[in-house]
Nanobody, 122 residues
Framework: QVQLVESGGGLVQAGGSLRLSCAGS????????MGWFRQAPGKEREFVAA????????EYADSVKGRFSISRDNVKNTVYLQMNNMKPEDTAVYYC???????????????WGQGTQATVSS
């Protein structure tokens, strides 16, 4: 089992920044690829970003490329999502997930956090 806890959400104005964190515990964190997903009210959960176990590979949704950056610290057992130049359409609950490969497919992740709310005002 891997337990994941997100933090860092909040309210920010359009053009502002937030940094989300996801702390992992339980099994060896560095054994897992990590992903970030988000879900806005009335919408399906969607992929945001993913990172491989050794940080060599990252992947981003087209909607966040150039604005968001995923990173991880395997010593601190934490994955981050730096969100810059945020837009109102980025408003959502953000979830981190752990799985065997870095992928945009939510079904490939085995463990999920409880989510953290990020709200962008116009």
């Amino acid at each position: 089992q891997v337990q994941l806890v997100e933090s860092g959400g909040g309210l920010v104005q359009a053009g502002g920044s937030l940094r989300l964190s996801c702390a992992g515990s339980g099994r060896v964190f560095s054994n897992y690829a990590m992903g970030w997903f988000r879900q806005a009210p009335g919408k399906e959960r969607e992929f945001v970003a993913a990172i491989s176990r050794a940080r060599r590979y990252t992947e981003y949704a087209d909607s966040v490329k150039g604005r968001f950056s995923i990173s991880r610290d395997n010593v601190k057992n934490t994955v981050y999502l730096q969100m810059n130049n945020m837009k109102p359409e980025d408003t959502a609950v953000y979830y981190c997930a752990a799985g065997t490969i870095p992928t945009s497919a939510a079904s490939r992740y085995d463990y999920w956090g409880q989510g953290t709310q990020a709200t962008v005002s116009s």
